[in-house]
């Protein structure tokens, strides 16, 4: 899941030498956190909601409410922007562009295609998405958590037996993080499940891996079998 496919194409943006007022205008219209910071053509800085508020807040202790509003259309965004700005590269997959973004502590990143152009913005809600697409929760069905042996043909053991109760598998998912030694997490969501016998198929499941928990969307049902 590349960024170049999950980023927004479309990129607000403003000049250096715009107000503040102008920036903060554009980011409550589009609903957007960050602003790329242009001179010209060139990428120079970006300006964020916080730097906003943080300027704001600085002048208002200065200055009256009628002060301020002037103060807005007189102080340029290049005055307050954050300079060299963190950039992602279109071909990043989607996990690279969440560390790039917790790493730095920042809500988003302009992204940048191979001849250093800004081609979109890619942001925590992009990134929500494609986590969203990615486990298959739009489909709602029934999700299941195991605790598995990691040895071939450990997940496929339990997705043969979902399919016989004519479950279709929307994502399958796995990790080793906080599992013990010689075992690892699978994920499974599946749709289309007979619930008239999902009983049989969780006893099933049950004597072919440790059953850690399920999630029944549809009939709004939630089991936590271990830890």
């Known amino acids: 899941m590349l960024v170049r496919n999950w980023m927004n194409p479309t990129v607000i943006s403003i000049e250096a030498q715009a107000s503040m007022a102008e ?5 409550k ?3 957007i956190k960050t602003l790329p910071v242009f001179d010209r053509e060139t990428l120079v800085g970006v300006v964020t909601d916080r730097d906003l508020k943080r300027a704001s807040a600085s002048d208002a202790t200065l200055l009256e409410i009628h002060e301020l509003l002037h103060a807005l259309t007189r102080i340029k965004v290049r005055d307050i922007m954050s300079r060299k700005p963190i950039t992602i590269p279109d071909t990043y997959t989607v996990e690279e562009a ?3 973004l917790r790493d730095h502590h920042i809500s988003g990143a302009p992204v940048m295609d191979a001849k250093g152009r800004m081609v979109g913005m890619i942001s925590q809600n992009d990134l929500f998405n ?8 739009k489909r709602r069905g ?8 990691d040895r071939p043909g450990s997940i496929k053991d339990l997705t043969d037996i979902i399919r016989r109760y004519d479950g279709r598998m929307a994502s399958i998912l796995s990790c080793y993080d906080r599992a013990p030694q010689g075992f690892r997490h699978v994920y499974i969501r599946a749709y289309q499940v007979d619930r008239d016998k999902i009983g049989a198929m969780l006893e099933e499941l049950k004597s072919t891996a440790k059953l850690r928990y399920l999630v029944d969307h549809r009939e709004k049902r939630r089991e936590i079998f271990t830890p």
Do not use: D, K, P
Request: proline share 0%; aromatic share 4%; hydrophobic share 60%.
């Open 23 to 27: 920036a903060l205008n554009l980011l």
């Open 98 to 100: 969440a560390e790039v």
């Open 142 to 149: 029934i999700h299941l958590a195991f605790e598995v042996e």
């Open 29 to 31: 219209e589009n609903q």
């Open 130 to 137: 494609a986590l969203m697409s990615l486990t298959g929760v």
